[in-house]
């Protein structure tokens, strides 16, 4: 099993991250709170408040977790591809492997980084949704001082599960749009690239910044009922699952709440895959 993909998702992973955390965490607060008028409002309401390392909050977690997610994501799915197709990452690069594989090799990766991604974005989302400036000695304490502590008070307040809030809704969210990411990616390369040859980086950046948005604007409408699966139970569980959540959510905003942060979302997909797959292709190239 090769482990060069592992490590080059792993790195590749860790730069998309940094470099996309501040839009994720004002699309998490549109998608979870209702005291925002609109991205400008909450981008402006969070650098008064929280200065500008209020966008940064629950980064230094998944920071190491979503290059390992990244990694297992990339492992996987090229490992699957080189089982169904027979061919390498190298012999990809010139000779397209069916759509059909391609999806099935997304869709296992996808099925698989959520086992990883779980507790790492719960984590997350939790804490970019502590909206207190930073604290001042005397001053009143967040509920979670940080990662750990959160993961800490999680585990404590709502048992080993409760680490796991929201998976159903992440598995459904990443399976198939993981799949599309995928298919979308190698689509492009493969439709912009002289046959035999290897895409540019120009091509691989533009490619991987479609694929963040063709994935991104797929996943949502989950994406928002994960956020308030993993949002729920901090104080009474409001919802009995995902369907529960769905249901409730239509009831109460309409169709329009399952399109929160998509702009965001597609803003934030394109810069932040486009790097993933240049520094990702970059890596294997030089290792080649
Ligand atoms: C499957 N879903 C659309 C949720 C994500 C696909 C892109 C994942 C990437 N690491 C990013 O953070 O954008």
Redesign the pocket.
């Known amino acids: 099993m090769p482990v060069e993909e592992f490590v080059a998702g792993w790195i590749s992973?860790a730069l998309?991250?940094v470099l996309?955390h501040p839009f994720?965490t004002v699309k998490v607060r549109l998608q979870t709170q209702s005291t925002y008028r609109g991205i400008m409002d909450c981008i402006v309401k969070t650098y008064r408040h929280e200065s500008l390392l209020g966008f940064f909050k629950g980064m230094s977690f998944p920071l190491v977790s979503?290059a390992v997610?990244?990694s297992v994501?990339f492992g996987v799915y090229s490992n699957v591809l080189l089982a169904l197709t027979a061919m390498s990452h190298q012999e990809r690069r010139t000779q397209l492997p069916s759509y059909t594989h391609v999806f099935i090799a997304g869709c296992t990766g996808?099925v698989i980084q959520t086992f990883f991604l779980a507790p790492f974005d719960l984590i997350k989302v939790r804490l970019q949704n502590q909206t207190e400036p930073r604290v001042q000695p005397g001053g009143p304490q967040p509920r979670y001082r940080g990662p750990v502590h959160c993961a800490a008070t999680i585990f404590r307040e709502e048992g080993p599960r409760g680490l796991f809030r929201g998976a159903w809704a992440l598995m459904l969210?990443?399976t198939p749009?993981?799949g599309l990411?995928f298919v979308t990616y190698e689509g492009f390369c493969h439709q912009n690239t002289p046959h035999g040859q290897n895409p540019s980086s120009a091509t691989v950046l533009v490619a991987g910044g479609f694929?963040?948005i063709a994935?991104?604007v797929?996943?949502t409408p989950l994406?928002v009922i994960k956020s308030r699966m993993q949002m729920d139970g901090l104080r009474r569980r409001e919802y009995q699952g995902v369907l529960d959540c769905v249901v409730s959510s239509f009831r109460q905003e309409g169709l329009r709440v399952f399109f929160r942060g998509l702009t965001i979302?597609s803003a934030?997909?394109f810069p932040?895959?486009a790097v993933?797959f240049l520094s990702y292709e970059y890596l294997l190239h030089s290792w080649g």
Request: proline letters at 0%; a negative charge; aromatic letters at 8%.
């Open positions: 992973g998309g991250l996309g994720d979503i997610v990244n994501l996808g969210r990443d749009t993981l990411y694929a963040g994935s991104w797929a996943a994406d979302n934030r997909g932040v895959n993933t």
